[in-house]
């Protein structure tokens, strides 16, 4: 169990429908963040995660958006009544702690959402 | 807010260039600085750090000195290989308050190394 697992890589989705996206941090991580990245622009904070809870939600573009995550392992973002402007390639990352400076994110491959 | 800016790309070099990308950033208190990169078909990884002012961040040839006068952390190679094409990000660290704990990302520059 190497590093950072998001799935499904690749996702097409007809507008107005409901999707969840998978992220399985390394083993031991306790942080975790979600960020999208839209086609030609940098990386937008979502949220991140301190064990189960969230300190900062500030990321969440609508309340359309949420994310859970479970016995400080696996998270999934759903995105509700998904619109075009939500295509976009949602990547989750991991950190031993939180202190970014003593303990790097890791970064899974993503998973390219597609709103048609 | 805290915020980071790059310099636009994309960047096309030949092999053996020296290469620059400009970082800026605005941010309250003592962020710390990241560079990350990206490789064709891979993750975003961490490539150096900075975390007070003055410190230099140096791997794999790459080095970038955290300037707290000029507010900036600008990633530097001397001679640049194929292999460096990548896309690399400049990110910081808010110090403090709601933005603790998490990374802000510049947009990103793409570099392309030709032989």
């Known amino acids: 169990g190497a590093g950072v697992s998001q799935s499904p890589s690749n996702k097409v989705t007809e507008k107005g429908k409901d999707v969840e996206l998978r992220c399985d941090p390394i083993?031991?991580?306790?942080?975790l963040y979600w960020y999208r990245q839209r086609l030609g622009q940098g990386l937008e904070f979502l949220i991140y995660f301190q064990g189960n809870s969230a300190p900062d939600k500030s990321g969440l573009p609508s309340d359309r958006f949420s994310a859970e995550r479970t016995g400080e392992s696996v998270s999934t973002l759903t995105i509700q009544r998904t619109q075009q402007e939500d295509s976009a390639v949602y990547l989750c990352?991991?950190?031993?702690?939180?202190?970014?400076?003593?303990?790097?994110?890791?970064f899974g491959n993503g998973t390219r959402l597609t709103v048609t | 807010g805290n915020s980071v800016t790059q310099m636009e790309g994309p960047v096309t070099l030949s092999e053996e260039a020296f290469l620059t990308i400009n970082c800026t950033y605005t941010a309250t208190g003592y962020p710390s600085l990241f560079w990350y990169v990206q490789y064709p078909g891979e993750g975003l990884q961490l490539l150096l750090k900075?975390?007070?002012?003055?410190d230099k961040g140096s791997n794999k040839g790459f080095e970038a000195t955290y300037r707290k006068e000029t507010t900036s952390f600008h990633l530097e190679k001397g001679s640049v290989q194929v292999s460096d094409s990548a896309v690399y990000f400049c990110?910081?660290?808010?110090?403090?308050?709601?933005?603790?704990?998490?990374?802000?990302f510049g947009q990103g520059t793409i570099l392309t190394v030709h032989p």
């Open positions: 990352a991991s950190s031993l702690v939180y202190r970014q400076e003593t303990s790097p994110l890791h």
């Open positions: 990110a910081l660290r808010g110090a403090g308050g709601t933005s603790y704990g998490k990374l802000t």
């Open positions: 900075a975390t007070k002012a003055d």
């Open positions: 083993s031991g991580h306790t942080a």
